[in-house]
């Protein structure tokens, strides 16, 4: 699915974040389900966060693309507060912050959300692959392990 979405409809889909010149095609791709990442067309390396320049070969060939969405953790904590543990049905369900490596590249790594993982279970180098929920009205990727199933009904889970 790729839809032409316009800056001012992305601002309406997210209005809570900051978005720029630089991040806004990684965010339209959250719209379509597609994990977009910055790309340096001169080395090839990619990068995360986004950047108008690539970090390694301080080119300007910036594009981004989109990516597998398979990785593993690299590190974890659980987070019993805040906007993400507000949206669990039990209160002793944390919210599972993960950094997770993308395969694409070694030291790629995106911070997000673990689902469909009992707090216990998650483990440093644990395989993950990318999944969606809906926040607020707009997609945000999450990951889960490597086979679970999807039986989230939306928000963090």
Not at 16 to 28: G, P
Not at 133 to 140: L, T, V
Request: charged share 20%; proline share 7%; aromatic share 8%.
């Amino acid at each position: 699915m790729n839809v032409a979405v316009t800056d001012a409809e992305l601002v309406e889909r997210y209005p809570d974040v900051a978005l720029d010149h630089d991040n806004k095609a990684q965010w339209k791709g959250f719209l379509s389900h597609r994990l977009l990442i910055a790309h340096c067309g001169d080395c090839d390396h990619w990068f995360n966060p986004p950047r108008p320049m690539c970090p390694r070969c301080w080119a300007d060939l910036v594009e981004h693309h989109e990516v597998s969405g398979r990785g593993r953790v690299q590190w974890f904590t659980l987070l019993f507060q805040g906007q993400g543990a507000a949206l669990h049905d039990e209160a002793d369900h944390p919210t599972i912050a993960v950094v997770v490596e993308l395969e694409e590249q070694p030291g790629l790594r995106v911070t997000s959300t673990l689902i469909g993982c009992p707090a216990g279970e998650v483990a440093c180098d644990m395989a993950v692959e990318l999944d969606w929920q809906d926040f607020e009205g707009a997609p945000i990727p999450v990951f889960r392990p490597v086979g679970s199933k999807n039986t989230t009904k939306g928000g963090y889970g």
